[in-house]
């Protein structure tokens, strides 16, 4: 079964960086958009950035842009999500998320069919 495992979360001061990690498993790495999203407290969970399966395409949030990269290597099964220029509002869990259809894109914010345990991020000084 497909398994995404992340890690990399913790706590930065504002302004610091951080790269989230989520190692992937359990059918063909390279057949599959991949994405993140967060949740803080009381918020719903929001999409933060998208790569498509042969990492030639990106798309993000407004709220990061320019601040995160997303990014991934397909002989390793792995995204990553490099997160610069840190804000408090950044803070809340991260998950890593799978679309459930083969090399499938559209709309790169929604429609995934699996999803990781998460990462913590806090931004505090």
């Known amino acids: 079964q497909v398994q995404l495992v992340e890690s990399g979360g913790g706590l930065v001061q504002p302004g610091g960086s951080l790269r989230l990690s989520c190692a992937a498993s359990g059918r063909t790495f390279s057949d599959y958009s991949m994405a993140w999203f967060r949740k803080a407290p009381g918020k719903e969970r929001e999409f933060v950035a998208a790569?498509?399966?042969?990492?030639?395409?990106?798309y993000y949030a407004d709220s990061v842009k320019g601040r995160f990269t997303i990014s991934r290597d397909n002989a390793k099964n792995t995204v990553w999500l490099q997160m610069n220029s840190l804000k408090p509002v950044d803070a809340a869990v991260y998950y890593c998320a799978q679309k459930g259809s083969r090399m499938y894109w559209l709309p790169p914010s929604r429609d995934y069919g699996y999803w990781g345990q998460g990462t913590q991020v806090t931004v505090s000084s």
């Open positions: 790569i498509n399966w042969e990492g030639r395409r990106t």
